[in-house]
Every structure is written in structure tokens, then in C-alpha cells.
């Protein structure tokens, strides 16, 4: 319903004058019914002025109580809503439609001028600061969306229509008078111009905002901190930027959290991402990139899923076109302290990079490596961070760590270690070790690879690492596939593991945390290409159902590559050689089970214990490290749940293959 203004009587016109108020146009200020003058003192207004009701009193922190008014303040071509409170404005607020219940108190200057398109629009150099992967930031930005524009640069049209799209939104939000939200609190703030903030956000303490939006609401407040500047930004809801960051044309996706003086310029950060005391420099910072260490910049790359160590460095030039180059660290890379990588360079899925590497490797398909420095020589060794216990942690601790409130999320992710993207590596992997065998001969101590070298004893474990996780990830699926189903007979049996359509079939590739098969992404770009896809919100729409069929897209994968790599039939499969599929996967996934178990037990050494019980005996060691670790090593939780999962799996094969022994 629209609010309905009148203009001040001359009684309420004289008290405002004796309170210190001054107008040039009385007339041009308007107030609901209800209004109260005893609350608007000492404030000056120009142009169109409209004032709610001021009924009601804030309970600040402290049990300080403040009621709601005007006092101290500018104000020109103002609505403010009903109980807010505005208090010691320094210059003034102008254009600007200030919602109910909104708290505004020592600030400097708010404004809006002329017409802005509060950041949507921004232009982000993202992964090569010199341009050409330029991803235009807005409000409904997602992973997926900026991952197409930034890297499909070979699909021109494509990169057109997608800009169509958002600048068709920027211009519908564009406007001379900016919004400041209901529940709104501004305190203690310097200058802020050109920004739209959502309902429940909490500025405390910024320096600047220019050119921006910040996009909170009731169930995701958004909260900026003290000594905050920041220009050219998408700030999405549920994120909180404190403590002396500085940023420039970038967007900070839901839940984000950036602190401790962390610097940001041409970067993209997006759900769940962590960023502290370091620095960024045009990154592609995908879901639950975490970098916490003064000394840690990360420059030019592409990362999610990614814990960045302290002194981790990258360099996008080598002194000759300047910084050209990019990198890209696929899902779940991670960096030791004081790693160094010299851009181009490509480290494959859920790797860890130790030490300095100038080779430009492309270890893609070589996942779960580690890549270790030794006399100036990057040594991969394939597989190994299938049995590193830290990496299941991460898998586990992802989803429980979603900061994300709103029920709107912007971001489709899928935090599965294993999957058709990472296992179609592998089986790349086993091809490409297996390769070098041939090649070189089976007797070399020394493989080389991609400007590094393979241990011969490391090619032998990565093969055998590579082919129980893929049998854990088929046997998984295959298992899944059947407990779904209502399986009662042979026909039912087969029936179910039939796939619904071809979809999934082929490549897949990690679209800014999505995974998805190629050719569904394809086909979806074509639509955008031709128009079928005309704006944000049904282009929202179709990358989120991608994602919501990834599990049925995953079985028409995983069953071609059952029929294949074990060389049975699934349209004439016998419940015999389910039992000895199932039997395979057992063994893979207690195997595995059992390397982790070892890996955690390293937690627990003798060496673990250095430094434990300083002034004592070994007795006192040993209580000193339970007391602070907080149980021994076969009551510590994570070891508790390796040996849960060995029973629940155990379990789950026993019933599967009763069940294929009574058909």
C-alpha cells in the first residue's frame, strides 16, 4: 500500500524552528500521520523531505536507550521511514529511501549522485590483470556465471549474451536514489557514496564504501567493520568484511568472511570463502577458498575448495609482456608453507603443492598428488593424498561449515571428493603412468613428467591408489543405484541400473564448484548463445537444475564406465556379478579406510608429542598431549568415525549381497 505524506502544519513548522531545525521550503517536507516533532531537533533539510512516525526507542548495546528521531542531521531529498533514528550526520545524507526501524549515528556523508547502478556493472579483471577475461559483476552473480564468462573466451557470442544479461540488470536497478534498508545500522562511519544496502546490515566503523551494494536481509545480515574501504563491489548477503580490509572492483560472495587488514583488488570471491591479513590480486577465489596468513598472496589463479599456507606465492610474469599469465589450482589444491608457483601452471584436483615449482606443470590428471620440490625439480608422486587423512577431513568438514542463512544461494556446490570428474582423471592417470612404464621401461628408478619427475615407487603406489578409489567410487554408486530401487528379481535388478537418459556421458568438467557433464553445460551455453536463456533469473534457474540432477547424471557415467572397465554387460548383469563387484568395492573402501587409519595414527606418535608434558616425565608427557588433544588416539572423533565407516560399509555390502543371493 502506498504511504500516504502530508505537509506540516504551522504548528509543527514553529516547533521544528524553535528546536533549531531550518528549511528553505517548509513545503517540500511531508509527514505521515502520527508524526512528532519533539523528536526532530537541530536538522536541516533541503529539497523533497518525507519523515515517518517516531514512536519508538532503541536499546543500544550497554542498556543505553535512544528514541528514535532526528537530531544533528542533513538531510536533502530524504524518505525516512518509520522509528529511525539519525543522529550527528557530519555533512549530510542526500537521495537516499531510508527503511523502518533504521539506526544511523556519527557518520560523515551518505550519498547518491546521480544515477548509479550501485556496482552491478563493474567490470573485474579477474585471472589476468592486463584484461580479456573481464567478468561484469551483479547482483545475482553465481560461481557458475563468472566461471562461463572468465575461461569461454573462445565462444565470443556466448561472452556477448551473458554481458546482454547483465547489463540489462544493471540498468533496471539503476537510479538517482540510493536504499538503505529497514533495521539498518550506520555508526561511526566515514564516507559512503553510491552504495544500496540491504535490510539487517550493520556498518560499524567504515572508512569507505563507493560504488557498491550490499545485499543483506533478515536472514543473512551483512556486516561491515571498522576501517573498511571499499570501491566497485558486490557485497552478497550473510558475508562480513571487518577490520581494516581494503577492496576495489570486487564481489564477495555469500557467507564470506574477510578480516585482519586483508587487501582485494580484481577478485571474485564466492560462498564460503575466508580471506585474512594477506593479499589478493585477480583470483578466481571459487566456494571455501580459505586464506588466513599475512604472508600469503595468491595472484592470477583459479582456486575452490583451497587452504592456502603461509608464505604461499604465485608469480603471473616472467619480466617480458608483464603479467600476462594465470594459473589454475583445481578443486581442493592446497598449498604448504612458503610454496611458490610460477604462472602458467595447472595442479590437479585435491593436490598439495610444497616447495618451489618454475616447471609450468600440468599435473590435471594426475589428482591427489603431491608435488614436492627437490634440488630445484617438482617430484610428483600420484595418488598420494588418496590416503591422507586430512584430505577426507576436508570432504566431511565442508558441508557442515556452509555458512550460508539464505535460502536463496546463488552458488550451486558439490563438495564430493570422488565423482565422475575426478575419477575420469584417474583413469586418465592409471593411462598416462602406465605410459611412462611403457616408455621408459619398467627397470627406471626415474620417470619424467611434465617438466618433473616420478619416482618409480610412486608411480607403482599411485596406480594402486588410483584403481581402489575407483573401484570405491563405482562400487559406490553401483550400491546406491540398487538400495534405491525396488529390486525383488533379475528383471527389477537390471531394470534399475539402466540409465534414464544419455546425459552425463563423456567429459565433466567443475564449472565454479559445480560439476557437471559437459555436454548438459554445452547445451545450456548454446541456449544463452541464442537467447533461449534471455535473462538472470531463468539463467539461475537452469544452471540450478543442472545441479539438482548431478546424481542421475552421475549413474549414466558411472554405469558406462562399470560396463567398460570390468567388462560386464548391466542389460544382462547376473546377481553373481553384482556380489563380485560389490566384493571389489569392499576391498577398495576397507583398504583405504585402513591407509587413513595409519595416516591418523602418525597424529599420535612419539615425534606428535614433542614439546608435550615440558616439565615432567614420560607419564606426564602422555597426559599432558590426551589433555590438551582430548583423547587418545582410538577415542579421538575422527578416528571414531574411520572405524564407523569400516562397520557401516562392511554392513552395506553384507545387505547388498544377501539381497543379490536371495534373487
Not at 308 to 329: D, E, R, V
Not at 424 to 430: D, T, V
Not at 594 to 601: G, H, P, S, T, Y
Not at 603 to 628: C, H, I, N, P, Y
Amino acid at each position: 500500500m502506498k504511504e500516504e505524506y502530508r505537509k506540516l502544519t504551522q504548528e509543527e513548522r514553529t516547533a521544528l524552528a524553535t528546536q533549531s531545525c531550518a528549511c528553505d521550503d517548509w513545503d517540500a517536507v511531508l509527514v505521515r500521520d502520527g508524526f512528532n516533532p519533539k523528536y526532530v531537533r537541530a536538522t536541516r533539510f533541503s529539497g523533497t523531505v518525507r519523515l515517518g512516525r517516531f514512536d519508538k526507542a532503541f536499546t543500544l548495546p550497554g542498556g543505553m536507550k535512544k528514541h528514535s528521531g532526528l537530531y544533528h542531521a542533513t538531510l536533502h531529498n530524504v524518505t525516512v521511514g518509520d522509528n529511525c533514528c539519525i543522529e550527528n550526520v557530519k555533512n549530510y545524507i542526500a537521495n537516499y529511501t531510508i527503511g523502518e526501524d533504521s539506526f544511523i549515528e556519527n557518520v560523515d556523508i551518505i550519498l547518491v549522485d546521480g544515477k548509479t547502478s550501485f556496482g552491478n556493472g563493474v567490470q573485474v579483471s579477474v585471472l589476468n590483470e592486463t584484461g580479456g577475461r573481464e567478468v561484469a559483476i551483479y547482483d545475482r552473480l553465481s560461481s557458475q556465471q563468472a566461471y562461463i564468462m572468465a575461461l569461454y573466451r573462445h565462444r565470443p557470442e556466448l561472452i556477448a549474451a551473458l554481458k546482454t544479461i547483465v547489463d540489462h540488470y544493471s540498468e533496471h536497478v539503476s537510479a538517482e536514489t540510493g536504499v538503505i534498508g529497514s533495521h539498518v545500522t550506520i555508526a561511526d562511519a566515514g564516507y559512503i557514496k553510491n552504495v544500496r544496502i540491504g535490510d539487517y546490515a550493520k556498518i560499524e566503523g567504515a572508512s569507505r564504501l563507493k560504488n557498491g551494494s550490499i545485499n543483506s536481509n533478515e536472514k543473512a545480515p551483512v556486516h561491515i567493520g571498522v576501517g573498511v574501504i571499499g570501491d566497485d563491489f558486490i557485497i552478497c548477503s550473510g558475508a562480513s568484511v571487518e577490520d581494516g580490509v581494503t577492496f576495489s572492483r570486487c564481489f564477495i560472495g555469500q557467507a564470506c568472511k574477510l578480516g585482519h587488514n586483508y587487501s582485494a583488488s580484481d577478485s571474485l570471491f564466492f560462498a564460503n570463502c575466508q580471506g585474512e591479513n594477506g593479499e589478493a590480486c585477480a583470483i578466481f577465489a571459487g566456494p571455501y577458498t580459505v586464506t588466513h596468513h599475512k604472508s600469503t598472496l595468491l595472484i592470477a589463479g583459479m582456486f575452490s575448495f583451497m587452504n592456502a599456507g603461509s608464505g604461499s606465492n604465485q608469480s603471473n610474469h616472467m619480466y617480458k609482456l608483464g603479467p600476462i599469465h594465470q594459473g589454475i589450482m583445481e578443486r581442493g589444491a592446497k598449498t604448504s608453507s612458503d610454496s611458490y608457483i610460477l604462472w602458467p601452471a595447472k595442479v590437479g584436483a585435491f593436490s598439495l603443492v610444497m616447495g618451489r615449482h618454475v616447471g609450468h606443470q600440468d599435473t590435471s590428471d594426475l589428482p591427489f598428488s603431491y608435488l614436492i620440490e627437490k634440488q630445484g625439480v617438482t617430484m610428483v608422486v600420484p595418488g598420494a593424498n588418496l590416503k591422507s587423512v586430512g584430505t577426507i577431513r576436508d570432504g566431511r568438514k565442508w558441508p557442515q561449515r556452509d555458512g550460508r542463512k539464505d535460502p536463496d544461494r546463488l552458488d550451486c556446490v558439490n563438495c564430493n571428493l570422488l565423482s565422475p570428474y575426478t575419477v575420469r582423471k584417474m583413469l586418465s592417470g592409471i593411462s598416462i603412468l602406465k605410459g611412462l612404464q611403457k616408455l621408459s621401461g619398467e627397470t627406471s628408478d626415474i620417470y619424467a613428467y611434465q617438466s618433473g619427475n616420478i619416482k618409480k615407487s610412486s608411480l607403482l603406489n599411485g596406480l594402486k591408489l588410483y584403481g581402489m578409489a575407483i573401484d570405491k567410487f563405482l562400487g559406490n554408486s553401483l550400491i546406491s543405484r540398487i538400495g534405491k530401487a525396488d529390486v525383488h528379481d533379475v528383471a527389477s535388478l537390471r531394470a534399475a541400473l539402466k540409465p534414464t537418459s544419455d546425459d552425463g556421458l563423456g567429459d565433466w568438467v567443475d564449472i565454479g564448484g559445480m560439476l557437471a557433464p559437459k555436454g548438459v553445460v554445452d547445451r545450456l551455453l548454446g541456449d544463452i548463445e541464442s537467447g533461449a536463456v534471455p535473462d538472470a533469473a531463468m539463467l539461475g534457474e537452469r544452471i540450478a537444475a543442472i545441479h539438482a540432477n548431478y546424481y542421475d547424471y552421475e549413474w549414466t557415467w558411472a554405469a558406462k564406465v562399470i560396463e567398460s572397465y570390468y567388462g560386464v554387460d548391466l542389460s544382462v548383469i547376473t546377481p553373481e556379478e553384482v556380489i563380485s563387484l560389490v566384493e571389489k568395492w569392499r576391498t577398495s573402501v576397507l583398504a583405504l579406510d585402513n591407509l587413513l587409519f595409519e595416516d591418523a595414527r602418525k597424529e599420535f606418535s612419539l615425534s606428535a608429542m614433542t614439546s608435550f608434558g615440558a616439565d615432567g616425565d614420560e607419564k606426564q608427557r602422555d597426559l599432558d598431549f590426551q589433555q590438551v588433544r582430548g583423547s587418545a588416539f582410538d577415542s579421538d572423533p575422527f578416528v571414531v568415525s574411520i572405524k564407523d565407516h569400516i562397520v557401516a560399509k562392511n554392513a552395506l555390502g553384507d545387505k547388498t549381497v544377501a539381497l543379490m543371493q536371495s534373487l
